[in-house]
Protein backbone atom coordinates (compact mmCIF):
# COMPACT_ATOMS: atom_id res chain seq x y z
CA UNK A 1 0.00 0.00 0.00
CA UNK A 2 1.18 3.85 -1.01
CA UNK A 3 -0.43 6.94 -0.48
CA UNK A 4 0.38 9.39 -2.74
CA UNK A 5 -0.01 13.60 -2.45
CA UNK A 6 1.10 15.80 -4.75
CA UNK A 7 1.69 19.82 -4.64
CA UNK A 8 2.79 22.79 -6.58
CA UNK A 9 -0.12 23.38 -8.63
CA UNK A 10 -1.23 27.18 -9.29
CA UNK A 11 -2.16 29.89 -11.66
CA UNK A 12 0.79 30.81 -13.90
CA UNK A 13 0.83 33.07 -17.63
CA UNK A 14 1.66 30.76 -20.60
CA UNK A 15 5.36 30.92 -20.77
CA UNK A 16 5.81 30.15 -17.15
CA UNK A 17 7.37 27.20 -15.46
CA UNK A 18 5.68 25.46 -12.07
CA UNK A 19 6.76 21.99 -10.52
CA UNK A 20 4.92 19.28 -9.02
CA UNK A 21 6.10 17.39 -5.95
CA UNK A 22 4.16 13.91 -5.68
CA UNK A 23 5.43 12.20 -1.94
CA UNK A 24 4.99 8.97 -1.70
CA UNK A 25 4.40 7.24 2.10
CA UNK A 26 5.94 3.39 2.57
CA UNK A 27 9.42 1.87 2.62
CA UNK A 28 9.18 0.81 -0.97
CA UNK A 29 9.36 3.74 -2.83
CA UNK A 30 12.35 2.74 -5.39
CA UNK A 31 10.43 -0.57 -6.15
CA UNK A 32 7.27 1.69 -8.08
CA UNK A 33 6.94 3.24 -11.54
CA UNK A 34 5.54 6.15 -11.31
CA UNK A 35 3.35 7.78 -13.87
CA UNK A 36 2.03 11.43 -14.32
CA UNK A 37 -1.35 11.83 -15.60
CA UNK A 38 -3.91 14.74 -16.15
CA UNK A 39 -7.37 15.57 -16.37
CA UNK A 40 -9.10 18.52 -17.93
CA UNK A 41 -13.13 19.27 -17.31
CA UNK A 42 -15.07 16.97 -19.42
CA UNK A 43 -12.16 15.28 -21.15
CA UNK A 44 -10.74 11.60 -20.23
CA UNK A 45 -7.35 11.25 -18.00
CA UNK A 46 -4.53 11.21 -20.21
CA UNK A 47 -1.08 9.99 -19.78
CA UNK A 48 2.06 12.85 -19.49
CA UNK A 49 4.90 10.56 -18.26
CA UNK A 50 6.26 8.26 -16.41
CA UNK A 51 9.40 7.18 -14.98
CA UNK A 52 10.73 3.33 -14.11
CA UNK A 53 11.61 1.54 -11.14
CA UNK A 54 14.62 -0.29 -11.97
CA UNK A 55 16.32 1.12 -14.68
CA UNK A 56 14.11 4.84 -14.18
CA UNK A 57 13.59 5.05 -17.86
CA UNK A 58 11.20 8.10 -18.56
CA UNK A 59 8.40 8.16 -21.03
CA UNK A 60 6.51 11.40 -21.96
CA UNK A 61 3.27 12.15 -24.12
CA UNK A 62 4.17 13.76 -27.56
CA UNK A 63 2.51 16.58 -25.80
CA UNK A 64 4.80 17.44 -23.43
CA UNK A 65 7.90 16.22 -24.46
CA UNK A 66 10.87 18.90 -24.90
CA UNK A 67 8.92 20.98 -22.07
CA UNK A 68 8.05 18.90 -18.96
CA UNK A 69 10.73 16.82 -16.87
CA UNK A 70 10.21 13.94 -14.90
CA UNK A 71 12.56 13.23 -12.07
CA UNK A 72 12.45 11.03 -8.51
CA UNK A 73 14.21 11.08 -5.54
CA UNK A 74 13.80 7.56 -3.51
CA UNK A 75 15.69 8.77 -0.62
CA UNK A 76 12.95 11.51 -0.09
CA UNK A 77 9.97 9.10 -1.30
CA UNK A 78 9.67 12.07 -4.34
CA UNK A 79 8.87 12.13 -7.70
CA UNK A 80 8.68 15.51 -9.70
CA UNK A 81 7.33 17.74 -12.89
CA UNK A 82 8.90 19.91 -13.89
CA UNK A 83 6.96 21.64 -16.58
CA UNK A 84 8.09 24.79 -18.53
CA UNK A 85 7.10 26.62 -21.35
CA UNK A 86 3.55 25.83 -20.13
CA UNK A 87 0.83 26.87 -22.77
CA UNK A 88 -3.31 27.47 -21.56
CA UNK A 89 -3.52 23.40 -22.67
CA UNK A 90 -1.78 22.48 -20.10
CA UNK A 91 -4.75 23.36 -17.85
CA UNK A 92 -5.72 19.94 -15.79
CA UNK A 93 -5.91 18.41 -12.70
CA UNK A 94 -2.24 16.46 -12.50
CA UNK A 95 -2.59 13.21 -10.91
CA UNK A 96 0.34 11.07 -9.51
CA UNK A 97 0.17 7.55 -9.94
CA UNK A 98 2.41 4.27 -8.62
CA UNK A 99 2.39 0.36 -9.78
CA UNK A 100 4.89 -1.68 -8.30
CA UNK A 101 8.08 -3.44 -10.35
CA UNK A 102 6.54 -3.03 -13.54
CA UNK A 103 7.63 -0.84 -16.62
CA UNK A 104 6.09 2.59 -17.58
CA UNK A 105 2.91 2.69 -19.38
CA UNK A 106 0.67 5.52 -20.68
CA UNK A 107 -2.64 3.11 -19.26
CA UNK A 108 -4.57 4.61 -17.01
CA UNK A 109 -5.79 1.18 -15.97
CA UNK A 110 -2.48 -0.08 -14.82
CA UNK A 111 -1.62 2.13 -12.11
CA UNK A 112 -2.48 0.74 -8.38
CA UNK A 113 -2.58 4.03 -6.58
CA UNK A 114 -3.09 7.53 -7.21
CA UNK A 115 -2.81 10.67 -5.95
CA UNK A 116 -5.95 13.64 -5.08
CA UNK A 117 -4.55 15.84 -7.94
CA UNK A 118 -3.40 19.37 -7.52
CA UNK A 119 -4.84 21.88 -10.11
CA UNK A 120 -2.72 23.49 -12.56
CA UNK A 121 -3.99 26.84 -14.76
CA UNK A 122 -2.15 28.44 -17.17
CA UNK A 123 -3.58 31.74 -18.47
CA UNK A 124 -3.41 33.00 -21.54
Known amino acids: QVQLVESGGGLVQAGGSLRLSCAASGRTFSSYTMGWFRQAPGNEREFVGA????????HYADSVKGRFTISRDNAKNTVYLQMNSLKPEDTAVYYC?????????????????WGQGTQVTVSS
Open 97 to 113: AARLQAPPTSRVGSYDY
Open 51 to 58: IGWSTGSI
